[in-house]
């Protein structure tokens, strides 16, 4: 005997037709046409990136950049979040919470930020200049995306350790102490191996953010080109869509292929 509502194929597929109809609208047929727009200039439009050197430079700069802010992410938000789990004082949620205000900030206003630290009119220039030296600038090179990359990636990794940390399996490392293991070897036998996924998963999602920021590049990067802002140039100022969208392809498929990396390396307990 049947019980309950069950609801008939028809009505299950005319459910699910506004979900499939916005998912072929706004993402299926626009990442088919952006794979297809290269081919109008010839299949070697789709090796851009590789072969004219100012878009390879642009790319390394982007990869290069991406990579040493997701380690110096890591190594920060490991160190702030671990204390932060296993520490307990007053005003700790209050730290907390500070520590993690940046989230509610888009990439623009981080930008921002940075400009009013080290740009021209900034505070290190004016300091500099009253104290008789010339006006030190930095927010528009790779010292500024750097500092604002890492600022705008940090909150997320201290969340995130936090909250490993505070999960750890004590027991673990009540054993490995009482069996004399020094503070090094707790650290590297039992919290590494803990927070292993969550390295790999938060490693993973800080790059693909770094790779792909763009309002941060935007508001900073004059001195110093990322793959985002050069795509952005291509379709803005030069109306050169074919190659945006090539250079648009190479920046996916590497974020993309990380992301892939990482989920096959860390399985369900990473992601």
């Known amino acids: 005997m049947r019980s309950g509502f069950a609801p008939s194929r028809t ?3 005319a459910c699910a037709a506004p979900a499939a109809a916005f998912f072929a609208a706004f993402w299926l047929l626009p990442v088919a046409r952006l794979i297809a727009l290269p081919a109008h200039q010839g299949w070697a439009t789709y090796f851009a990136v590789l072969s004219h050197g100012r878009y390879l430079q642009s790319l390394l700069q982007t990869l290069g950049l991406s990579i040493v802010v997701t380690l110096a992410t890591l190594v920060l938000g490991a160190l ?4 932060l789990a ?3 004082f007053a005003g700790r949620r209050l730290l907390l919470s500070l520590l993690t205000l940046p989230l509610s900030f888009p990439g623009v206003i981080v930008g921002f930020f940075m400009i009013l630290l080290g740009g021209r009119q900034g505070l290190v220039a004016d300091l500099s200049a009253h104290l008789g030296g010339e006006r030190i600038t930095f927010a528009y090179g790779l010292t500024g995306l750097f500092l604002a990359y890492l600022y705008f990636s940090l909150p997320r990794a201290i969340t995130t350790y936090t909250a490993a940390a ?9 054993a490995a102490r009482s069996l004399g293991a020094s503070r090094w070897r707790v650290a590297r036998d039992v919290w590494m191996p803990e927070l292993a996924p969550t390295t790999l998963a938060c490693g993973a ?5 770094a790779m792909g920021a763009f ?3 935007f508001t900073l990067a004059s001195k110093f080109e990322v793959l985002p802002i050069t795509i952005y140039n291509e379709f803005t100022n030069y109306a050169n869509f074919s190659l945006a969208a090539s250079l648009s392809i190479a920046l996916g498929l590497i974020t993309w292929l990380v992301l892939w990396l990482a989920r096959r390396v860390g399985g369900k307990e990473a992601f």
């Open 11 to 13: 009505l299950l597929l």
């Open 80 to 83: 702030v979040g671990i204390t």
């Open 86 to 88: 296993r520490q307990r």
């Open 166 to 174: 505070e999960a750890m399996d004590a027991q673990l490392e009540e």
């Open 205 to 209: 999602i800080v790059f693909a953010t």
């Open 215 to 217: 309002g941060t590049a």
